[in-house]
């Protein structure tokens, strides 16, 4: 897990919250989540992020099946991917395995918000009002999976709308979850987009001009 000390030491911007670790620790299961401390941000803003993330981390922990099968193991741990110029994205992934399963499935989420106010970011909600995001973002999936040579198992057409995705510093990454685009064995497909490829789009004044020098 990437600690709010290494990003200090990559980042040129001072760090918007700090970032604790907490865990969810229940019979057969280990869940390390992070928790936000405001910097000098508002209380309310980082008790709605932290909430938001434990939903999303007990959400994960429910499509495991955790609590339907006794024998049932669940691991978990999360990556902070960028937190900087009021923002932080991060992912979340959560292991489980059930005795005798072929083997075991991982579910990854993606989450970004604006520390400001503890809004949640959807995909959308980085470009303009009615521009075609799911166009420009499958082009350059589609372009990708060609390059890579990624085996999909069916013939790739769009995005969803709503597709996972998290921030860096200078892009956007689009992910897929197992066996959503590719067989298990290929894993997570991650896309990564320059955010210089989507000035056309991108939302006037939003997270990616944030991001933009």
């Not at 299961?29 to 007990?58: C, F, W």
């Not at 991917?81 to 399963?101: C, F, M, P, Q």
């Not at 999976?145 to 200078?170: C, H, N, S, W």
Request: aromatic letters at 12%.
């Amino acid at each position: 897990m990437r600690t709010s000390t290494e990003a200090d030491a990559t980042s040129m911007y001072p760090l918007p919250v700090q970032v604790d670790t907490y865990v969810i620790r229940r019979p057969k299961l280990t869940v390390y989540v992070p928790q936000i401390r405001g910097r000098d941000g508002d209380e309310q803003a980082v008790s709605r992020m932290n909430k938001a993330i434990h939903r999303q981390a007990v959400r994960l922990i429910r499509m495991t099946g955790y609590g339907e099968a006794p024998d049932t193991e669940v691991t978990g741990s999360y990556e902070i991917k960028l937190n900087e110029r009021h923002y932080i994205s991060l992912t979340l992934l959560v292991y489980g395995y059930t005795d005798h399963a072929a083997h075991g499935m991982t579910y990854q989420a993606g989450m970004t918000m604006d520390v400001r106010n503890g809004r949640e970011l959807k995909l959308a909600d980085l470009f303009k009002p009615g521009a075609p995001y799911v166009k420009v973002l499958s082009e350059q999936v589609a372009a990708q999976i060609k390059a890579r040579g990624i085996p999909v198992l069916e013939p790739f057409t769009e995005i969803r709308p709503d597709q996972d995705f998290y921030m860096t510093d200078k892009a956007l990454v689009l992910f897929f979850g197992l066996y959503e685009l590719a067989p298990y064995a290929y894993g997570f497909q991650y896309f990564p987009i320059s955010i210089y490829t989507l000035q056309d789009i991108k939302a006037e004044n939003g997270m990616i001009d944030a991001l933009w020098y």
